[in-house]
């Protein structure tokens, strides 16, 4: 039986056939203008929730390389989440291991080389480059969420490897599903999914899409703690943690909005908060804190606050007592330094005197925000 659906007009029904993409570039620019296809907004389960940085995103193999390769189309969610998405048409037969390889190619790579601040960049030109206001359209897609803090969510989700790939085809074999959803129940905290996108086309201009999407399974639900975005506080962070990281996550608060201004971010799962401060007239976010599977970690803002301007010396100094906390291990500072400690080895003994001895190194460097 051939596959097709009908519709429902004031004079009856109307076939729509199910056709293919005359072209890969006509598909992918059907997503690049309605990225909603991609599906809800998998934190708030919303739609208008793609924010697109740019299409033939470059992807280097190494650093201050340029691009070796080019990824159809870079989106963040609400979430600053960077979400990879490659589009092939049913008929190009690679859309199983060699589509998969790729994507691979491309993510390990882009967490890899992208510059901090490359993602931001990219969407500012791309804004420019079409006539739009980049804070302006910024603004509109965080509905009155803080861009600072947003950006911010971006850098740190990018260093930590919490980035989401997504698979586009007008047809989704059962060997690339299979693939995708072993894959999503196994990467944490990257995501996979597989988007299925089929088109149905009736008399004249009549278009029908139809997406599917695969990889969100019961498992992957579960082992990932899928649940949807909310405005994260003390409270609802208290409550999200084991009750025997209580004390400590408190007194990580109190420490923290004496030494910066503190934002509280939205999300699903991985709440948590950012601590911004000042190095002059810049204002730059030294640590933040979110919420993982093994717990609570505290990721030190290196990269950003040398790039701010805080003496090399200073940060070299910081790392070295940080180093000196037992369990904590920080490699050189560089410029997309984003170390982590987990709050648990915060809890043994004087390490959290230790650590917060350790980030007061940088003194009057550093202004409240």
């Given at each position: 039986m051939e596959d097709g659906i009908w519709l429902v007009t004031p004079t009856g029904l109307t076939p729509m056939k199910r056709t293919p993409y005359q072209t890969e570039d006509a598909f992918q620019e059907l997503l690049a203008k309605y990225p909603d296809l991609l599906g809800t907004d998998p934190a708030s389960g919303s739609e208008g929730g793609w924010l697109l940085v740019t299409r033939e995103m470059e992807v280097p193999d190494a650093a201050d390389a340029a691009g070796r390769w080019f990824l159809d189309h870079l989106f963040l969610d609400r979430e600053g989440i960077p979400t990879l998405v490659e589009v092939k048409r049913a008929s190009d037969t690679r859309t199983r291991r060699e589509v998969v390889a790729q994507m691979l190619d491309y993510a390990a790579n882009g967490v890899a080389w992208w510059p901090p601040d490359e993602i931001r960049s990219r969407f500012e030109?791309?804004?420019?480059?079409?006539?739009?206001?980049?804070?302006?359209?910024?603004?509109?897609?965080?509905?009155?969420?803080?861009?600072?803090t947003f950006w911010t969510a971006v850098r740190t989700n990018l260093l930590a490897g919490r980035i989401r790939m997504v698979f586009v085809a007008d047809e989704i074999p059962p060997e690339l599903r299979r693939i995708v959803e072993f894959l999503n129940q196994q990467m944490d905290p990257a995501e996979v999914i597989a988007v299925e996108l089929r088109q149905y086309v009736g008399q004249g201009d009549?278009?029908?899409?139809?997406?599917?999407?695969?990889?969100?399974?019961?498992?992957?639900?579960?082992?990932?703690?899928?649940?949807q975005s909310r405005q994260w506080d003390e409270s609802?962070?208290?409550?999200?943690?084991?009750?025997?990281?209580?004390?400590?996550?408190?007194?990580?608060?109190?420490w923290a909005s004496t030494r910066g201004s503190v934002r509280?971010?939205?999300?699903?799962?991985?709440?948590?908060?950012?601590?911004?401060?000042?190095?002059?007239?810049?204002?730059?976010?030294?640590?933040?804190?979110?919420?993982?599977?093994?717990?609570?970690?505290?990721?030190?803002?290196?990269?950003?606050?040398?790039?701010?301007?805080?003496?090399?010396?200073?940060?070299?100094?910081?790392?070295?007592k940080l180093n000196a906390v037992p369990g904590v291990k920080i490699p050189p500072v560089g410029e997309k330094s984003l170390p982590s400690i987990p709050m648990s080895v915060l809890g043994v003994g004087d390490n959290f005197d230790q650590f917060a001895a350790a980030m007061e190194t940088l003194g009057t460097a550093l202004q409240p925000g």
């Open positions: 030109v791309r804004c420019v480059q079409e006539g739009l206001d980049p804070e302006e359209r910024l603004n509109v897609f965080l509905g009155g969420g803080d861009p600072a009549m278009k029908t899409l139809v997406p599917r999407v695969f990889g969100r399974t019961a498992v992957a639900e579960v082992r990932k703690g899928t649940t609802s962070f208290l409550s999200a943690i084991d009750p025997s990281f209580h004390p400590l996550a408190s007194r990580l608060i109190t509280w971010g939205q999300g699903g799962r991985m709440g948590g908060f950012v601590v911004h401060t000042r190095v002059g007239e810049r204002k730059v976010a030294m640590l933040s804190v979110y919420i993982y599977d093994r717990g609570p970690k505290v990721h030190i803002h290196l990269g950003d606050l040398g790039t701010a301007g805080v003496e090399p010396d200073l940060l070299v100094q910081m790392v070295a």
